[in-house]
């Protein structure tokens, strides 16, 4: 048996370096050899007296002498009975951590997980910690947005367990809408689900759409004939890894340098170059049904406008000044981390000061 035992439970790791099985069995050894060999020498017991008189002591029950101690012998079973209190008291504490303590930690710790779960509000569920889902949490841990993930392989949770991310994770079937609702749906802003098999992410993307309507829901599809019945059971967006991949490097052949320009912005680790999408219900009222000429983002935050998405889904490059943020149309901005910082301050804070000019 190894000199350190360890078990983690997530952030939650104990050492078991005095607890171990071995020594408590050794210090029974003992206290039973010991206390035979010293009944033998001191009261000249017969090798089954003695040993029996040594059960006796280490087991405290109290039965009669095999015959009258001497004093000596009174002497020697006082201080074998103290040194047995405390190889029972040894052995209690090894059984107490290795079977009790064990579990208590355990669920002490999925309570704790549970409980930050619960306290969460508008964050993602990310459902499967596979290839896909490792990437995606990667990013969400990189901008620090919350979530949870589902995932009900054990093996894939005890990695989870053993890093040093800090995630909050639901062991379980995300197909069951008592898991889901245990990632807090309710309370969520969206869902991902990037299982590898299309029937269990339209399964998810039901029980999604039907707990939560409202939920943004992202799927990954494997086949291009699933992506309609996804969308039809309420995924709003479908991702086809393959289709892109394949995609993009056909336009590598192409247009290189464009598709180095968009992964240039696109990689968080080379650019501080981001895309925000501001939706007219996430907006302050005194927004609503401004062009983007009385908006004046540009002039005030340096971000810039370079789409529009209308109420029917359709997407126009490079909006004129005139175009307006009508109900469930949404503005897609691009800019550096300060212009998108100053950007969302702007708009918070818009119509409670008087605005700037526009400049011409």
């Known amino acids: ?25 050794i210090l029974i050894a003992i206290s039973l050899i010991g206390g035979s060999l010293g009944y033998m020498v001191i009261e000249e017991y017969g090798l089954i007296e003695a040993f029996y008189m040594a059960v006796i ?9 095999v015959r009258p101690l001497s004093p000596e012998g009174r002497i020697f079973t006082s201080f074998l009975i103290i040194f047995n209190i405390g190889v029972f008291a040894y052995f209690l504490s090894v059984f107490t ?57 054990h093996e894939i949770i005890r990695e ?61 599809g494997i086949s291009r004939h699933a992506e309609k019945k996804m969308r039809l059971a309420g995924a709003d967006h479908v991702i086809l890894p393959d289709q892109i991949g394949s995609f993009y490097m056909a336009t590598l052949v192409n247009k290189p340098e464009t598709v180095e320009f968009f992964s240039f912005l696109t990689n968080e680790f080379e650019s501080d ?3 925000e999408e501001i939706h007219y219900r996430q907006m302050p009222e005194a927004c609503h049904n401004q062009s983007i000429a009385d908006l004046n983002i540009r002039n005030v935050s340096g971000a810039n406008i370079i789409g529009y998405k209308t109420p029917g889904g359709r997407y126009l490059v490079n909006p004129p000044p005139n175009t307006k943020l009508i ?3 949404s503005f ?11 950007l969302r301050a702007y708009l918070d804070n818009y119509g409670e000061q008087d605005q700037p000019l526009v400049s011409d």
């Open 273 to 275: 170059v981001g895309f």
């Open 332 to 342: 897609i901005l691009l800019g550096d981390k300060e212009q998108l910082t100053k």
């Open 327 to 329: 109900k469930d149309s």
């Open 1 to 25: 048996m190894a000199d350190l035992w360890q078990r983690s439970w997530g952030n939650y790791k104990f050492t078991g370096r005095l607890l171990r099985g071995d020594i408590a069995w």
């Open 160 to 220: 989870i367990q053993s890093n040093d991310l800090e995630m909050l994770y639901i062991e379980g079937n995300a197909t069951e809408d008592e898991i889901l609702k245990k990632a807090g749906i309710m309370r969520a802003k969206s869902l991902i689900t990037t299982l590898p098999d299309d029937s269990e992410n339209l399964f998810i993307v039901l029980s999604a759409d039907q707990l939560k309507p409202e939920l943004n829901i992202v799927s990954r």
């Open 57 to 65: 002591a280490f087991s405290t029950v109290g039965f009669t002498e």
């Open 97 to 153: 951590y290795y079977v009790v303590q064990g579990e208590f930690f355990k669920n002490l710790h999925l309570k704790h997980i549970q409980s930050k779960i619960d306290s969460l509000q508008d964050h993602v569920i990310l459902c499967g910690y596979g290839r896909y889902g490792k990437e995606v949490a990667k990013t969400f841990l990189k901008h620090k947005l919350p979530f949870v993930v589902i995932e009900m392989d």
